[in-house]
């Protein structure tokens, strides 16, 4: 998959949830590896903020994030449409400190990204891939997320309040291409006894019956419901039952658990990353959300590169007969068995390390340990294969080492690993010569890292 943006630039106006303010949002393309970024452009030299969960600092009825004194606040719906669209670079520039709210929705936003339409670039997409069951839960172990390996993203929500109306409600997307139809119309949504706290709390100031679904399951005295239409500026309305305030019907019957799903996907898409897996939410807020995207947030900072996949019942891309077409390398120096996985970017190659290596006999006879140089050249001889691709009639070159830096060992490889290369292009392959990046995994962990040189010689 290669990274998108937006195709043009177009523009939403209307008024913040929480400030009331008239506010306007450009949504703009953005160039490779740019990711998702917030521009507050009635800040005089303020910079564009990094949609990431590091940068959340307020999850009170929305997400909000800030670098130093510059916060921009109510991104979720936003982030979640542009999540769902495959949109991975974008620059939103604002007018005021938060998103518009709209029709309370995500609607609005994925009818204009349809409408400019998206286009696909050149560098690879960043993908989150879930190899095991992760969990979180919040203090009374009411809230939870979890994500489980899948092989695609989907998602279920589970909500359930202490109200007659809206007890427990359950939502599903089962893939992200039917996040326009199913998803993306939900509403947020109010109880009328909340409204005076938030109120107080100097938020939902461009809060209405437009923009969310007001739910009324307690009971309050007309002379009070009308005293708080009038704290917040909104016509009266007289209230008789139980059930939702609005004139319009809901859109989904489970529209409250839709707009949830909705959320948690704006909220997820603070990883940074595309996810392949899914997330299983209960009674799930902006807080356990941008707590779980901050767990996975670490790990990525902690290993750059997630090992790639190795299913050995996938017959691979090239076997050691085609490598040997390939590469001059013969016994006991042939170091690579097979590559399951190449594009014109990069190449993930195996190296299956077993008892009857030769170099054992002295590294060590009494604690076999496969020598670290050989971890380099294993890689080397993968990289050569995707170099090799790059030329035509690879069998008539051979590549060779020109630079070696920013080497590290991290673990010892012994008899019975498997080694999974994957090598990348730093730079485009220029004169013959390429700089490359390289990672040697067992399991899921690094135990080694490289940036190499190499040039493709003629043989002659």
Known sequence: MKQCTLKDSFVLKGKGLHTGLEIEATFKPAPDNYGRKFKRIDIEGSEPIDALAENVFDTCRGTAIAVGDVKVYTIEHAMSALYAAGVDNCLIELTGPEMPILDGSAKLISEKIAEVGVVEQSEDALVYVVRQRQTIKDENGISSIRVVPD?????DVMIEFNSVVLANQFATLESLDDYVKEISASRTFVFVREIEELVRHNLIKGGDLNNAIVIYDSPIAQEELDRIADLMNVPRKKVSEYGFVNDSDLTFKNEPARHKLLDVIGDMALIGRRIQGRIIATCPGHTINTTFAKKIRRELKRQEIQAPIYDPNKAPLMDVNRIRELLPHRYPFLLVDKIIEKTDKYIVGIKNVTGNEPFFQGHFPTEPVMPGVLHIEAMAQ???????????????????????????????????????????????????????????????????EAEFMAQIIKNK
């Not at 080497?407 to 292009?425: A, Y």
């Open 382 to 448: 993968t990289a050569g294969l995707l170099v090799l691709s790059a030329v035509d009639e690879p069998e008539r070159y051979s590549t060779y080492f020109m630079k070696i830096d920013n080497v590290k060992f991290r673990q010892k490889v012994v008899p019975g690993d498997t080694l999974i290369f994957h090598v990348s292009f730093m730079t485009e392959l220029r004169r013959g010569c390429a700089y490359m990046k390289g990672y040697a995994f067992v399991g899921d962990k690094i135990v080694t």
């Open 151 to 155: 092989s695609d993203f989907s998602i």
